[in-house]
């Protein structure tokens, strides 16, 4: 007899979802705590927060489509809460420019994109047709959001630093690819567990080049600091020979 049954193993993975995806929404706290102190959010950008809360809000209605797809539906209502939050605080300290534009880009999503989504499916598609065609758009946005980091890898190798690629949102966003992806996978939902294949992948790809560029911009930096001490002891006999010809 098998210690676990499909049923058990497709809520212990969709808890543990639940749970390591509510620690990447927190993720952002401090940003928007600097935000609050500084009473602007001048140097920060709105983008991810418009692309997360349309994401959750994309994955609410797909989820409201299916049957018994409560775990699914717990994360991204918290989701959406927590993404309007970060937005509200964003719009409050941005400067005309970014308030602007940040609501051009929520009513672009989530008024517009969203709006389309549920229109077309409602009015064109009946029963499990609808939910495929969410499931699938779904699908499709979850790999653009996964392929996203792409640019920032690519930083990276550039540069060779991880300034911009912090290793425990790195190990957090892959902890939630392979919990949603073993969820998916045993409730057969393949809209679900194929895109966080990738995700999973590329998280991977992020946290092995984090050890192999985290000691790079210090090893360059003590380089350049070995260079610099033959001049310092040149500036020090320097300092020296001055002394002696103020004395003489």
Known sequence: MALFSVEHLAFIFGLLGNVVSFLVFLAPMPTFHTIYKKKSSEGFQALPYSVAFFSASLLLYYAFLKTGAYMIITINGIGCVIETGYLLMYI????????????????LF??????????VSVLAFHGPKRVSLVGWIC??????????????MRRVIKTKSVEYMPFTLSLFLTLCATMWFFYGFFVNDYYIAFPNILGFLFGIAQMIL???????????ESKFELELEPNKDIEKNMNLEETKDQHV
């Open 110 to 119: 989530n008024v517009g994109g969203l709006g389309a989504v549920v229109a």
């Open 210 to 220: 984090y050890f192999i560029y985290k000691n790079a911009k210090k090893e360059g």
């Open 139 to 152: 699908c499709i946005f979850n790999l653009a959001v996964f392929a996203a980091p792409f640019s920032i």
């Open 92 to 107: 409050i300290y941005a400067p005309k420019k970014s308030k602007i534009f940040t609501m051009c880009l929520i009513f």
